[in-house]
Structure formats: C-alpha cells, structure tokens
C-alpha cells in the first residue's frame, strides 16, 4: 500500500487553531474514503473523522464535531483537517488513513461509530499536535 504523508501539527496555544494536511501519489486515493485518528500518551488510538471519497460526505466524533472541519482537494490528493478551539487534552499524534479497498465506511447498514483501524490499509507516519500555554 502507498503510505500517506500528514503535516501541519505544531505547538499551539489554548484555544487556537491547526489545519493538517494528508497527501498521498496514490492514484486511486480520491475514489476512497480517508480517516483521521488520534493518539494520546497512554490512550488507544481514536477514530475522529472521516470524508467520503467524493466529498459529499463527512463523519466527525460526536464530542468534538464542533471542533473539527474535514475537506478535501482530490485535484491535488489532499485531505484536510481543521482542528479549532484546541485544548490541552488535544494533545496527541494525529494521524490520517485510508479506507481498505472493500470497506466502504459510508454505508447504510453500519453505524460511523462502528469504523475502527481494521477499516483502513494505509496510514501515515503522524504528526504531533501540542496544545499548551
């Protein structure tokens, strides 16, 4: 699988903003779903958002879906992700993946909550979110 590049984390105080980035040379990268997930120190890895391949659709974590803005550029086989009101407990790595090619996270007959990492087959390396004055 191709690997997926993010960028964009940083050091950010109370309250700010990011935008992280998530590109890959895929190809067929705009034909899926990408997902973003966080890890904090000493927590599992959380499934935090997602954008349908076309873009008609996008999925956010219910406790921070008026934190987060997903989006994406296939012309260019970006997708971003807006973080806003950031807070320390924000802290962690971030981390963007695509979709396996027979999963289809938009579907009808399964919850978004239901999508964990065994739904995607490329991932990239993280990029570190610090929230701190």
């Known amino acids: 699988q191709v690997p997926l590049v993010e960028s964009g984390g940083g050091l950010v105080q109370p309250g700010g903003s990011l935008r992280l980035s998530c590109t890959s040379s895929d190809p067929t990268f705009s034909t899926y779903s990408v997902g973003w997930f966080r890890q904090a120190p000493g927590k599992e890895r959380e499934f935090i958002a997602a954008i349908r391949g076309d873009g008609a659709f996008a999925y956010y974590l219910e406790s921070m879906k008026d934190q987060l803005i997903i989006d994406r550029d296939n012309a260019e086989n970006i997708v971003y992700l807006r973080l806003n009101y950031l807070k320390p407990e924000d802290t962690a790595i971030y981390y963007c993946?695509?979709?396996?090619?027979?999963?289809?996270?938009?579907?009808?007959?399964?919850?978004?909550?239901?999508?964990?990492?065994?739904?995607?087959?490329?991932w990239g390396q993280g990029t570190q979110v610090t929230v701190s004055s």
């Open positions: 993946a695509k979709e396996g090619a027979s999963r289809n996270l938009f579907r009808a007959d399964r919850p978004m909550s239901a999508t964990s990492s065994d739904d995607f087959d490329s």
